[in-house]
Antibody
Framework: EVQLVESGGGLVQPGRSLRLSCTGSGFTFSDYAMSWVRRAPGKGLEWVGFIRSQVYGATIEYAASVKGRFTISRDDSKTIAHLQMNSLKTEDTAVYYC????????????WGKGTTVTVSS | DIVMTQSPLFLSVTPGEPASISCRSS???????????LDWYLQKPGKSPQLLIYLGSNRASGVPDRFSGSGSGTDFTLKISRVEAEDVGDYYCMQGLQTPITFGQGTRLEIK
């Protein structure tokens, strides 16, 4: 069974950092891009960014709202992706979903259950 | 950035009746390779989003055939032929043509 499991969420003060992890199983992790999508309370879905597979250069793209503060990385040997979040703001409060991105067809086909990040003093 | 606009934002439907959600993009989502980079997702209450339709009209694995997607260019539609109670939730369109990837605002479907 294809699975994505996020971890690392929690309560953090504004300006601090947090690192989310996403462990994939049941598929060849290195074949896929991995992306992060969030949903803030009372809002809709917002794409955060993704990291392409090695075949596509492992290049990374970010939403403007997080660029320069968030960093996505991956370790294919451990089938894990990370979202390093620095200089957190209250507006970063959301459920963060790790997702599997299909190259060429360019869509998300698998979602994790999500992990909650609350930025508050 | 490509702006995605959904309508309506709220839908109340009697079980067994059809439903339709519109999604309009600010740019043409038809690529020169023939693919339409428009997808539909459903987030049921308390659950993660799930893929319903990809590349405009392709049903994802396990999605009931009462769901269908259509459209081209900048105007797309998700149709549910006969709404069931399990279809409640928030529906989103998403464009995958270019980054930043963008979603519509979402359409909340409730059962009358």
């Amino acid at each position: 069974e294809v699975q994505l499991v996020e971890s690392g969420g929690g309560l953090v003060q504004p300006g601090r950092s947090l690192r989310l992890s996403c462990t994939g199983s049941g598929f060849t992790f290195s074949d896929y891009a991995m992306s992060w999508v969030r949903r803030a309370p009372g809002k809709g879905l917002e794409w955060v960014g993704f990291i392409r597979s090695q075949v596509y250069g492992a290049t990374i793209e970010y939403a403007a709202s997080v660029k320069g503060r968030f960093t996505i990385s991956r370790d294919d040997s451990k089938t894990i992706a990370h979202l390093q979040m620095n200089s957190l703001k209250t507006e970063d409060t959301a459920v963060y979903y790790c997702t599997r991105w299909i190259h060429v067809q360019d869509h998300i086909d698998v979602w994790g259950k999500g992990t909650t990040v609350t930025v508050s003093s | 950035d490509i702006v995605m606009t959904q309508s309506p934002l709220f839908l109340s439907v009697t079980p067994g009746e059809p439903a339709s959600i519109s999604c309009r993009s600010s740019q043409n989502l038809l690529h020169s390779n023939g693919n339409k980079y428009l997808d539909w997702y459903l987030q049921k209450p308390g659950k993660s989003p799930q893929l319903l339709i990809y590349l405009g009209s392709n049903r994802a694995s396990g999605v009931p055939d009462r769901f269908s997607g259509s459209g081209s260019g900048t105007d797309f539609t998700l149709k549910i032929s006969r709404v069931e109670a399990e279809d409640v939730g928030d529906y989103y369109c998403m464009q995958g043509l270019q980054t930043p990837i963008t979603f519509g605002q979402g359409t909340r479907l409730e059962i009358k």
